[in-house]
C-alpha cells in the first residue's frame, strides 16, 4: 500500500506493532500449562503431591530452627539475668579455710567411719621375716621415704595425718609438729606440689590420700573410686590422683568402706601401684576391706592403721587415743595411729610428741612401721 501525504507534503508511515508485554507473555504461559495439565492430569498430581512434600519438609525444618533459637537465646538471655540477680543480692564470699571438707558448704557431712559405726583399735603380730621384690633400691616408697634406721630398740609409733592440704593453714599447723610424721594429702587440694614440698621439708613422710566411695550416703569428694565403674574409669581416675604431686610413697584410701570391700576394685588399684613402686595403707575404715590381703597377692608392700585418734572431736578423746597407741605400740612393737588436721587434734599432738622419746618410745615414719612389720632391714 502507498504511503499517504500529509497536508505538509511529507509522507505518513504507520507506527510498528509493539511485542506483547510481560503480563501478556506471563497470561501465554499460564493458558499453556493449564492446557498442560488438562492434557496430563495424573502427572500433574504426581508432581504437585512431590512438590507440597518437599516444600513442608523444608518449612518445617527452617520453622524449628527459628523456634529453637529464639527458645535458646531466651534461656541465655534468663540465665544470665538470674546470676547478675544473684551476684548483686548476695554479699561477697568471706576468705574461710576449712579443716575439713566436711566444713566445705558445698559438701555434706561424713566421717572415716562407717554410718553409727566406731573404728575399732586394730593389733596384729609382726610377719615372718620376708625377702621381697619390695626390697629393690628401684622402688619409690624407698626412694621417696625418711631415713630411718633403728628399727628394733624401741617401739615404733607411726602418727600419719590424713585430709591434708584442704585448709592450709591447719595444714602447716600439722606439718609444722615435730616429726618425722605421715601427711597425706587429697589429691585435689589446691596448690599441692608446693604444700607437699613444704612438708617433706620438715622431715616429715608423704602419701595421697586416695577417695574411695564408703558405705551410706557419704561423699567421699571429687575423683572418687566408685564401685560401679569400669576398670578403665577406675585407672584414669586413679591415674589422674597419682600424678597430682610427687615425693609420695604410697597411697591410703580416704573413706572407701565400700570401695575396699570389693575385691575387683581394689584389684586394679594394686595393679595400678605394682609397677610403680608404691606402698599401700590400708585405713581399715571397714572390717571388711580386703585392702591388705590384696596388696599382700600382687606383692604391694602394706600396712595397715591400728588405731583412729579423733573419732571424737575432743581433746581428752584424743588424749585417750594417744595412750592407747603408745600401749599397742609397747603389745605389738609397732603401731600406726591416724589422725586430721582439727584443732583438737593439733593440739593433743603438740602436747604428745615431745613427751614420746621419754616413754621408751621412737616416732617413726610409715615406711619404718613397713619394714619392721616385714622383717626388712
Do not use: C
Not at 539475668?81 to 551476684?87: H, N, Q, T
Not at 610424721?181 to 587440694?189: D, G, I, K
Amino acid at each position: 500500500m502507498a504511503s499517504r501525504k500529509n497536508r505538509s507534503g511529507k509522507t505518513n508511515r504507520r507506527s510498528p506493532r509493539r511485542g506483547p508485554g510481560f503480563v501478556d507473555r506471563l497470561l501465554f504461559r499460564y493458558d499453556a500449562l493449564i492446557a498442560w495439565i488438562s492434557g496430563h492430569r495424573w502427572h500433574s498430581i504426581v508432581i504437585a503431591v512431590i512438590a507440597l512434600f518437599v516444600g513442608s519438609l523444608i518449612g518445617g525444618y527452617w520453622i524449628a530452627e527459628r523456634l529453637d533459637l529464639r527458645g535458646s537465646d531466651r534461656v541465655a538471655r534468663d540465665t544470665l539475668e538470674d546470676m547478675k540477680r544473684s551476684a548483686a543480692s548476695q554479699p561477697a564470699p568471706p576468705e574461710t579455710k576449712y579443716a575439713r571438707i566436711e566444713d566445705l558448704p558445698s559438701f555434706p557431712k561424713y566421717s572415716e567411719a562407717e554410718p553409727g559405726k566406731p573404728l575399732p583399735t586394730l593389733e596384729e603380730k609382726p610377719r615372718v621375716r620376708q625377702v621381697a621384690a619390695a626390697l629393690s633400691p628401684e622402688q619409690t616408697w624407698r626412694r621417696n621415704a625418711v631415713p630411718f634406721r633403728d628399727l628394733n630398740s624401741r617401739p615404733l609409733v607411726a602418727i600419719v595425718i590424713d585430709d591434708v592440704g584442704l585448709d592450709r593453714l591447719r595444714s602447716k599447723r600439722a606439718w609444722e609438729l615435730p616429726g618425722p610424721m605421715t601427711m597425706s594429702f587429697l589429691p585435689y587440694a589446691k596448690d599441692l606440689p608446693e604444700q607437699a614440698r613444704a612438708a617433706r621439708a620438715r622431715g616429715h613422710e608423704l602419701m595421697l590420700h586416695m577417695p574411695m566411695e564408703p558405705n551410706g550416703r557419704n561423699d567421699p569428694g571429687p575423683g572418687a573410686l566408685m564401685v560401679s565403674m569400669s576398670d578403665a574409669e577406675l585407672r584414669q581416675r586413679l591415674l589422674i590422683a597419682l600424678e597430682s604431686f610427687s615425693g609420695y610413697v604410697g597411697i591410703n584410701n580416704h573413706m572407701g568402706s565400700r570401695f575396699t570391700a570389693t575385691r575387683p576394685g581394689m584389684d586394679v588399684v594394686m595393679r595400678q601401684l605394682k609397677p610403680r613402686g608404691l606402698m599401700f595403707l590400708d585405713s581399715r575404715t571397714t572390717p571388711q576391706s580386703v585392702g591388705d590381703q590384696t596388696a599382700q597377692e600382687f606383692g604391694v608392700p602394706s600396712i595397715v592403721r591400728h588405731v583412729f585418734l579423733d573419732d571424737e572431736e575432743t581433746l581428752e578423746s584424743v588424749r585417750r587415743k594417744l595412750a592407747e597407741t603408745e600401749a599397742v605400740a609397747r603389745r605389738q612393737g609397732f603401731v600406726v595411729a591416724i589422725g586430721h588436721p582439727h584443732d583438737a587434734t593439733l593440739q593433743a599432738l603438740a602436747e604428745w610428741l615431745p613427751t614420746v622419746q621419754g616413754k621408751g618410745l621412737a616416732l617413726a615414719p610409715s615406711t619404718a612401721i613397713l619394714r619392721k612389720r616385714n622383717g626388712w632391714d
